[in-house]
C-alpha cells in the first residue's frame, strides 16, 4: 500500500520570521504575514502597519498596488522589499526599517468591524468590556506586551532553576484536601464523593524533595475568594519551588534574591520592545534585598504612621504599601522580605522557628506594595508534624499519604510560591490584578 | 533602622553539583548530599551509594571512618576525594569515578524504615502499592527516571516552539462549557452557579491565534472517565498548540513531524543515564512519517485481518495496534498519522474538508499501538462556525464569547494536544499510563 509522507522538515511558509535579522536584509524581498493594524491611505500613497506575531511593521504601498480595497482587521500576506527607515512610533520594532509592497494578499477578511479602536496608542475600552471582549481587546500592542512580559518572567523562572538542579513536577489539580486550610477552596464532585481544587502544589512538591531533592513546579491554582478585588484572583498561575538539605527559611530566601536578579536580566535582554512601549522600569536588585521581622515591620509602622498594628498577626494592605514604599526610599530597594510570622497564622505544614517562640521560619516577599511571594521552611520531622496537626485541631490520620514522607523520611527543606499575575502586574504597573491574567476569573466572571 | 540583607549571589551550598563534570575532579575534594541508596559493610570497607538529584554515585568508606551507625534511607552530607573507578551498575552515574569519604554527616535519620526495598534493581511493589505510596516508590532510580524523560519532552516541546515564534498562554481550567462535548466533563459549584473544569485549552488557544499569531500551552485538562483503563487519566498534561495561517491540516502534520524529530533528538542529547537505565528505544524519525485516512486504514486492517470496521468513525484500540506494527513493518516507521476523520465524530470547532464529503480536515497520530495526538484545522469563518453549531444542536447563541474571534476575525488556523503521559508511557514502554503520570487520577484513585 502506498501511504502519503508528512515531512520532517519545517515548510518554509511555516517558518517564523526573525524580526531581529530584519534590519540585516535592506533591499531583500521578504514575505510578511499578519493583520492591518493602521491603516491610513493617502492620494499617493498607503502608509500600512501590519501586526505580526509580536511586533508591528511599517509597510508602504504605492500604486499601481490598489489598496482602497483593504481595511484595519484584514488579515494578509504581504511581499516587499525592506528599505531604511527612521521612525519614531514604539508600537513599531524594528523602527530602523519599512517594507516597500509589491504584492499583498487578503488572506481573510473579517465579516465585522471591530467595536473598539485597537490601532489607537492606548486601548479606550472602559470597565468590563476590557474583559468581555478578551480575544479582541488583547490584540492591542499594549495589552499583548503585559504577556510577553509575563512569558518571560516564566522562561526565566524555569531556566534558573533547571540550571540549578531542580526537576520540573506537574502536581495534580484535583486533590483530597486543601494544603492551606480556611474556606476559600472549591469543592467538586468527582464521581461519587467530594474533592478539592488544589489551593496550591505544596504537598507535592514536598513529595518532590523526597523524590528529586529540589523541584519546581508552574502551573494553575485555585482560590474560591469571595472578594472581587484588585489584588484577586480565583484561579492564577502559581510558580513554585521546593528544596531539601537547607539550613533554614534564609536559604529559600537567598535562592529567590538570586532567582529575582537574574530574572530582571532575563526581561532585560528578551523584552526591549515591551519594556519600551509599556513604559517599564525594572526593579534595580543590587547586591541584596532587605529585610526585617513582622515585629520590626509593625514597629516601623506604628513609629512613622502612629497606627499600632503590633497585636496583628498579618500585615495590612496599607502596611505592605508603606513597607516597600519606605524601603525605597530608605533603602533604595522596592523589595522587601518579612520573616517570623506566627505560627497560628501559617499553614500546618510550616515550621516553628525555635530561637523564636510562637514565630515560624516563614517569609513573605513585598515589591511594590504588594505580596508577590510567600515562602518558609516546612517541618520535615514526623513527630513534629504529628503535634503541630494536633495543635491546629486536626486529625493526622486524615493526612496518612501526606504523612508518608516524614515517617519515611525527608530532609530538611522549605520553598517558595511567586503568584505570575502579581508579579507581573507590579513589573508593568497595572493596578489591576486580573489585567494582567489572560483570561481572569472572579466571583463574578466565568468567560470569555 | 538596620535590616538585615539577602544576598543575590547564590550561597555556595545552594549550588547544584555538576554532576557531568565531576569525572574531571580526579584527585579534588567536593561535597555532596543525598540519601543512602545502597549500603554494603564489609569487615574493612563500606561501599554506600548515595542518590542524589538525579544519579546515584558510588562511594566508599574506610575505617577510621564509622559507617555502623548508618542505614539505607538516611539523609547525609559526605565531603570525600573523587577517584578513578570502573562501575558497572547502571544506577550509578558518572561510572567512571568513586567517593573516597573523608567525612560523612547524617542530615536526618528517618523514624521509620521503608516498607519494600527500593535500593533493589527492579522495584518490587504489587498492583496498587506503587500508587498508594507514591511518595516513597517514585525514590527508586528507574522511577524517577521516567519523569526525567517526561520533563525533557516538555523542556523540547517548548524550547522547538519559542524558537518558532510561539507564544506561551496559560489558558483558564474553570469554565463555561465544555470543548469537546460528551458527558466526560466534572461540573463544579462555582460560587452561585454551575461551571466545568477545562477538558482541553481549545477555545483559549484559538483565541490566542488571533493575538500572537501561534501560541502554546502546557497544561491540566480533565476528563471525567468513569473507565478505569490503562489508557485513560481523569486528568493529565496536555501539551498544545495552534497556529494562523496555515493552507490546511497538513501544515500542522508538518510542524508536528519537525517537532518530534526534535524532541527525540532533545532527548538523545540530555537523558543519556536514563535511555540506558530504562533501556527506551527512541524512535526513529527520519525524513518523513507516513499517513493514511481513515478509510484507507480501516480498508488495509479489513485486508489483513479480515474484520470489518469500515463503517466506525473511528479506530479502534485493536486497529491502532494493528497499524503501528504494520507501519513499523512495512515502512520502517513506529509514528503514523491518520487522517480526514468524520464530521460527526469531530468537535463543533473542526474544519471540513471541501473535497471530501462529510470528512473533515483532522488527524490523529499513533505510535506504538496508541493515539498520542488529536488535531487538525479549525473553523475560521463566522457563517460557516455558525451553521456547524446548529448541525450539532447547538445553540450558536450559547457561544457568543466563543464567535467574537470569528466574527472580527481570525486567520485559517489549526494545532493539536499531545498527551504528555501517554507520550511518556509509550516512549518507555510503560504500558499503563499512570505509571507517566506523577500523582495518577482514576475514578478510584484520589490520594496521594
Given at each position: 500500500m502506498n501511504t502519503n509522507r508528512v515531512e520532517t522538515k519545517l515548510n518554509y511558509s511555516l517558518l517564523s520570521l526573525d524580526y531581529n535579522s530584519i534590519s540585516q536584509k535592506i533591499d531583500q524581498e521578504i514575505t510578511l504575514t499578519g493583520v492591518i493594524h493602521r491603516l491610513r491611505v493617502l492620494p499617493q500613497v498607503t502608509f500600512l502597519i501590519l501586526r505580526g506575531e509580536r511586533f508591528c511593521i511599517q509597510s508602504v504601498v504605492e500604486p499601481p498596488?490598489?489598496?482602497?480595497h483593504l481595511k484595519e482587521g484584514d488579515f494578509i500576506r504581504m511581499k516587499g522589499k525592506v528599505s531604511s527607515a527612521k521612525l519614531s512610533d514604539k508600537t513599531i520594532f524594528p523602527r530602523d526599517i519599512e517594507i516597500k509592497v509589491s504584492e499583498l494578499t487578503t488572506i481573510h477578511a473579517p465579516s465585522s468591524i471591530l467595536p473598539f479602536d485597537i490601532s489607537k496608542k492606548v486601548l479606550n475600552v472602559g470597565g468590563e468590556v476590557l474583559f468581555d471582549m478578551r480575544p479582541i481587546s488583547l490584540r492591542h500592542p499594549k495589552q499583548r506586551a503585559i504577556f510577553k512580559i509575563s512569558e518571560s518572567i516564566v522562561n526565566a523562572f524555569q531556566s534558573f532553576l533547571s540550571n540549578n538542579g531542580f526537576t520540573r513536577i506537574f502536581s495534580p489539580k484535583i486533590v483530597f484536601a486543601g494544603a492551606e486550610g480556611g474556606a476559600n477552596i472549591f469543592q467538586i464532585q468527582y464521581f461519587d464523593r467530594k474533592a478539592y481544587l488544589a489551593q496550591s502544589p505544596q504537598f507535592y512538591k514536598q513529595f518532590g524533595v523526597g523524590i528529586f531533592g529540589r523541584v519546581y513546579d508552574v502551573g494553575t491554582v485555585f482560590r474560591a475568594e469571595k472578594h472581587n478585588t484588585?489584588?484577586?484572583?480565583?484561579e492564577y498561575i502559581s510558580l513554585d519551588f521546593e528544596m531539601g538539605f537547607i539550613e533554614s527559611h534564609l536559604d529559600i530566601m537567598n535562592v529567590e534574591a538570586a532567582l529575582l536578579a537574574y530574572m530582571m536580566e532575563y526581561i532585560r535582554e528578551h523584552n526591549p520592545y515591551e519594556i519600551e512601549l509599556l513604559e517599564i522600569k525594572l526593579p534595580m536588585i543590587g547586591e541584596s534585598i532587605p529585610a526585617m521581622t513582622l515585629d520590626e515591620a509593625h514597629q516601623l509602622y506604628f513609629e512613622k504612621?502612629?497606627?499600632?498594628?503590633?497585636?496583628?498577626?498579618d500585615l495590612a494592605t496599607e502596611e505592605e504599601k508603606f513597607l516597600t514604599d519606605w524601603s525605597t526610599r530608605?533603602?533604595?530597594?522596592?523589595l522587601m522580605f518579612i520573616t517570623h510570622y506566627p505560627s497560628s497564622k501559617r499553614p500546618f505544614y510550616t515550621k516553628d522557628d525555635p530561637a523564636a517562640p510562637g514565630k515560624t521560619r516563614s517569609f513573605d516577599l513585598l515589591f511594590r506594595g504588594i505580596e508577590i511571594t510567600t515562602g518558609g521552611q516546612r517541618i520535615n520531622d514526623y513527630q513534629e508534624q504529628v503535634e503541630k496537626f494536633k495543635t491546629f485541631g486536626l486529625n493526622p490520620d486524615d493526612f496518612d499519604s501526606f504523612l508518608q514522607m516524614h515517617k519515611y523520611g525527608i530532609p530538611p527543606h522549605g520553598g517558595l510560591a511567586i503568584g505570575l499575575e502579581r508579579l507581573t502586574a507590579r513589573l508593568c504597573n497595572?493596578?489591576?490584578?486580573?489585567?494582567?491574567?489572560?483570561f481572569p476569573r472572579d466571583v463574578h466572571r466565568l468567560t470569555p
Open positions: 498596488l490598489k489598496s482602497d484588585n489584588r484577586h484572583l480565583n504612621k502612629k497606627i499600632d498594628m503590633r497585636q496583628e498577626p530608605e533603602l533604595g530597594s522596592e497595572i493596578n489591576n490584578v486580573k489585567e494582567a491574567a489572560l
